[in-house]
């Protein structure tokens, strides 16, 4: 199987992401440059975290207009697995596979520590061998990373089981204190209808060896090839 | 010609850099200040003869591009002052 | 013809005698363009004439040094086929003129200096000095400065692992920001600042050119006084998003050999990088000045040549070969421009169309600059600080609220408050993150892992500037061998006033001399560096504050340790000797409201002996924590052992006490005095023994020993309990020593 | 009352902002836009009775915290469109 790693002219956690799945993962990993018109023949794409043309306008603004986007919905829309990591969940709320939007921190300050997220659903391929409720520690860094959408989206989002992240403490409790970023129902991650468009603020990539911390990003990288190779059969959680 | 470009967050969503103004301004003593809002401004320097085609030009650029129509609103403006149409 | 007045010389900041010299070189006058480019040339800050014959005496050679001081920054080998690329330098003016871009555009200086050489970065460090945060414009300024780190490095996407700040008065109008960046390439493929091959064309790419910075190396050597703010250039404004394109081209483009010299347009910008290639590679350089991108109409050749618009490289390719280079930054967006081409003349020649605007041979401007040996004289204020009568000193506090006071000062706090708002752990090779001790990157590819720390200290260097040099010499290497790393160069940022002062003078000299005694002594050859004059507002200078930046390597990247205590129960070892000593210390300063008294003296040798045990303790895997007594003493050590650990505690046993005077001056020497060659360290219990032996072998006395536990700190003298405090309490007042002052610190 | 405040650079100053987003327009086909320059842009609503008590808080407050004058200039006009004052 094979990850292809879209490159925006300023992404900067793509080297990250391609080195969690080709050297920790061991899977084949390919850069995709934005001005690329096809996939390469990924499996599985990842949007990277980073600061797209500077974030300059608004996060993620300016990339939906890249080349790549185009083979990028196309695979979308025909079940392949898509995931934003930071930037990558920004970008992805701009061309609208996910909804809503992203608003400054509350702190209005770039923040970068380690943070709990709980997995609220298991049935994602970037979620399907974690255990239910899990509680992963990974860093975020962003400075906008507060995402908002209006009442009637959220009630939605939750209907459908939509929101795959919380924000959490330690021990799993949905507190306002854990909310690193002042996210809507303390929303880390998100994904689409169809289930296989998975967006998050906190970076797996950053958590996958012991080296540099924690290795609780794993589990979403391991969903991926679990769900690719048709071992991990999508459960529901 | 110069069209100006307002980009706002819609009144339902929650601005943190305009809470964080008017916390500090409170701080500062300006209890005259109520509410602070933060948006976007731009100034387009567009190849338009007339204002029609200017209007017609921001309102795309400022649809597609400039505003996020999920959280935001915009309103266009000629230099002049004279309002040219709002959308959000 | 302009006739060239003593006026103009003023405005440009040149001598009668500069300008004899300059009349000399060119047998005729110098056009207003030229007069502009001899000014910035030879500008302190370009040129450092007052401080270049006292630089000449450090060390710069050693077996690991691949390139010494000269080049955009220096470079040592560090194993497995690698070279560590790293520099420090200040952007102190800009940064108090506006905060957030003067910091900004300071990162973004060094990262180009590191690019430039083929190295990628892949770490910054940054050594901060602000006024007392009582005053809300300092806060702002301090608020600015860190958001503009942060804004930088996040964008670009190299890692802020680490640093250090401090308060003082006298930085109140002139603040320091020093920034650190290294960056890592293949032995063999550093590429130099060099322009040859007659005929090669010279590249012009990156952002277009403004007047911002007009003069801004000028202004770098000039003090500040009321006027100032008129004289101001248009501010920098980075653009990190450009430097991120310019940084990932020009290493593409190095991975071709089609490129000969490149260099950064950093202070000076055109003048400076087209001078210095062509005075390295001992030829001319030949631009047309109507090719410079602009950003603004009607600039003159005089505004080009002397612009310090960000994000710009100068470039020598070689001929034939200009097809693939534009080709490689078109792919990025990017547009490379022809601006000319090397000669054999050795002249700078500038042109605008076909009339030629500027020539100077490159040599003499660029090499040729007038060197000052200054007058020196010492400070009348040393005789009035150096003697401090203990038992004058106000009673000590009880220990517990003496300890809470410094650790809440803010100078010893918590900077989490600082290093949340950097991107500490973007390219997943943060090993020891900022707030664990020194930076700890890892080598993916390699096992192994480079430590760096910057660290430096005003207030001694006030006292007496070669010792306190010496100290930051050894702080910072001892920070670095803290985390296991073997320290192997250093490179120095030198913040001083006003050198045309005999006593500035003294102290920068006093402090160049200690620098190179304790680098030699530590075998820490310096690869390159910076100096920073005329830190001064209103005839206020700064305390001399030269900042060592040390780095070292460790061989298993498995074996790097941190300051905190491991989870359950340990040994504890006071390694090294010497009480600590009042003078100059931070106790002295916040809970007795004094800078005064002598240091404690440092040992090169006990210093050396305790570094190589460190790392071979580390390298054995014998310890499992290390943290050197720094600021606040060995109390301040002990209590940030404990942080971060869940609030575990640990009590300290010392031997005896003794010495003459009173007994509570006495305490308080012992529990917050400083002086260096002090870690504490943390072992295993099977460990301990083979511990004990090996420092005895080395000649590293044991001072003190304990054990990390239950929930309070607790350091006892002769079986007398001197300090007995709450690990919680302590550690409360920690985190809240910085962020107090700021109002978001709820989130 | 309703104040608004436009905060835009100094001409002389560097906008990669406002560059940025005129290449990607450009990337975008629209070659009609000649340049944009982005600025900031504030409501503030104001417990005053006059204009011109509005104004002069406004104006203390755009001062004070909402420009960097080294940097940046403001423009204050009520929400009548009423122009205020300015000040660079
Ligand atoms: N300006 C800064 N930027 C990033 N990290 C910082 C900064 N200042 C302090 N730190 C981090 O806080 C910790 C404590 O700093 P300091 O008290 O200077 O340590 P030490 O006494 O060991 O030299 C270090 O790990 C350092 O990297
Ligand atoms: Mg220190």
Redesign the interface.
Known sequence: MKFAIVVF??S??D??AY??AK?VLGADAEFV?HKETDLKGADVVILP???S????LRTGAIARFSPVMVPLLAFAKTGGPVLGICNGFQVLLEVGLLPGGMLR?????????HVYVRVEALDTPFTCVAASGQVLRM?I?H?EGNYFAPPDVIETLEANRQVVFRYCDARGAVVDAANPNGSTSSIAGLCNEQRNVVALMP?P??A??L???SVDGLVVFESTVAALTGDGMLRTG | MTVRVFVTLKPSVFDPQGR?IA??LH?MGYDGVRDVRQGKYFELDLDADTVDVAKKLADEVADKLLANPVIESYRIEVDEGEKLGSRS | MPVIDSKTLEHHGLSREEYEKILEILGREPSLTELGIFSVMWSEHCSYKSSRIHLRTLPTTGACVVQGPGENAGAVDVGDGLVAVFKIESHNHPSF??PY?GAATGVGGIIRDIFTMGARPIALLNSLRFGPLDDARTRGILEGVI?GI??YG????IPTIGGEIAFEDSYAANPLVNVFCLGIAKAGTLVMGQASGEGNPVYYVG?KT???GIHGATMASAEFDEQSSEK?P?????????E??LLEACLELMQTDALVGIQDMGAAGLTCSTSEMGARGGTGIDIDVSRIPQ??SGMTPYEIMLSE?QERMLMVVRHGREVEVERIFK???LHAVSIGKVTMDGQLRVREGDAVVAEIPNGKLADEAPLYDRPIETPAYLERLCSLELNALPPLPTTESALRTLLGSVTVSSKRWV?????????????L?AGMGAGVV?L?GTNRALAMSVDGNGRHCYLDPHLGAMLAVAEAARNVACSGALPIAATNCLNFGNPERPEIMWQFTRAVEGIGEACLALELPITGGNVSFYNETDGQAIYPTPVMGVVGVIED??RVLGRTFPAGESAILLLGSGRGVLGGSEYLKTVCGQVAGSLADLSLESERALQRLLVELAAAGLIQSAHDCSDGGLAVALAECCFDTGSMGAELMMPDGGGEGRADAIDASILFGEAPSRVLVSVTDSDFGVVRARAEAAGVPIAAQGRSGGDRIRISIAGRLLLDMSVVDAEVAWRQGLERFF??RA?
């Not at chain 1, 043309?53 to 300059?56: A, L, N, S």
């Not at chain 3, 996040?154 to 996407?157: A, L, R, Y």
């Not at chain 3, 248009?234 to 450009?242: E, K, L, R, T, W």
């Open positions: 002219p300023g900067n956690c080297h990250d080195h969690a050297h440059w975290g980073g600061f043309y500077g974030d300059y921190n509350r702190s209005v300050k770039f923040q970068c520590e860093p860094a400075g970076h990539e950053r996958c060896e080296a540099v911390g | 964080t916390d500090a701080a | 003129i506006e871009q958001a942060g804004g996040n964008s670009i996407g952002a403004g007047r911002d101001r248009a501010v920098q404004v980075g653009d990190p998003f450009m991120k394109l950003r603004e618009s792919k990025w967006d290093y949340r708002q950097y991107d500490h752990m973007v390219r997943t090779n943060t090993v993150p890892r993916k990247a498995t109002a978001d989130a």
